[in-house]
């Protein structure tokens, strides 16, 4: 199993630009997990889906933010339109259920 | 909701010293206690967890132990080697899905 798999690995965009992270759980895991990790705020959950269903969004910081879940092998994170801010590294994690997550390589993100 | 806090935020040892690593949550419901462990540049890795029907856990050079009355849980590493330095994450659940992570605590050990 190659794992989770997230792309890109590295995003460079400008303000005010659409950004679209990707990401393949583990096949057979029901649990996907979307995070955003800086320095000043830590490893925070933004949300998370169980058999492609959203659970809890309360994390994501606000309507710039939406992800989606079309299928039990593909979900993706969107922020429209990016801000510096958004800068942070944003990892997938996938589960199957009521034990470890297994945490994607993350994307990069830096907003100009 | 759910909160947990993580001490020492920084932590250095001399190679072989043991290093210890505290967090307390606030939600008495939680019943699951991960460590993650997240080399420079690298993802979060799961170490060992702890659920709460078990006051202790070991395995190898690392053990966790829980306090379910004073809601705290900590991270033991014994024998510490230079391998061992990385940012470890504590996190605590309710009912196992959805994880609440500590501030992180950044551990060098020094040969």
């Known amino acids: 199993d190659a794992g989770v798999i997230q792309s890109p690995r590295h995003e460079v965009t400008e303000m005010g630009q659409e950004v679209t992270l990707r990401c393949k759980p583990i096949s057979g895991h029901d649990y996907l997990f979307w995070y955003r990790q800086t320095m000043m705020r830590g490893l925070e959950l933004l949300i998370y889906?169980?058999?492609?269903?959203?659970?809890?969004d309360s994390g994501m910081p606000e309507d710039r933010f939406s992800a989606k879940m079309p299928n039990a092998s593909f979900s993706t994170l969107k922020i429209q339109p990016s801000e510096p801010r958004d800068s942070a590294v944003y990892f997938c994690?996938?589960?199957?259920?009521?034990?470890?997550?297994?945490f994607g390589p993350g994307t990069r993100l830096t907003v100009l | 909701g759910e909160n947990v806090e993580q001490h020492p935020s920084t932590l250095s040892v001399q190679e072989g010293d043991s290093a210890v690593i505290k967090c307390t949550y606030s939600?008495?419901?939680?019943?699951?206690f991960p460590w993650y462990k997240q080399e420079l540049g690298k993802r979060p890795q799961l170490i060992i967890d702890i659920r709460s029907n078990v006051g202790e856990k070991k395995d190898q050079r690392i053990a966790v132990t829980l306090n379910k009355t004073a809601k705290h849980f900590s991270l033991h590493i014994t024998e510490t080697q230079p391998e061992d330095s990385a940012v470890y994450f504590c996190a605590a659940s309710i009912n196992t899905d959805k994880l609440i992570f500590g501030t992180g605590t950044r551990l060098q050990v020094f040969p």
């Open positions: 889906f169980n058999n492609n269903v959203p659970i809890d």
């Open positions: 939600d008495s419901a939680s019943n699951y």
């Open positions: 994690a996938s589960s199957p259920g009521g034990h470890e997550q297994f």
